[in-house]
């Protein structure tokens, strides 16, 4: 039984085109592999925007001034609109 899921899998995440909202007909282990670039530029903006500012707090001196940035989704709290 586990043998025969492996293979069904393998044949639907590698073989099999996909007419999903992002595969473009891709297969979906194709669309992973191509957003991964993607994935990781949003993850460096997220990164950059969570920084620690350097602020000057008094002449001569500067204090960490965390930036409060309004809250951000991440993409799986993203309600899909495909349900």
């Known amino acids: 039984l586990q043998a025969d899921l492996d293979r069904w899998m393998y044949n ?27 994935a990781q530029e949003k993850l460096l903006e997220r990164l950059a925007d969570d920084q620690i500012l350097q602020s000057p707090h008094k002449k001569g001196s500067e204090e960490s001034v965390s930036m ?3 809250e951000k989704k991440l993409y799986s709290q993203i309600k899909s609109d495909n349900l």
């Open 12 to 38: 639907y995440n590698n073989e099999r085109t996909h007419s999903g909202k992002y595969c473009f007909g891709k297969t979906p282990m194709q669309t992973l592999i191509d957003s991964i670039p993607m």
């Open 68 to 70: 409060h940035l309004h």
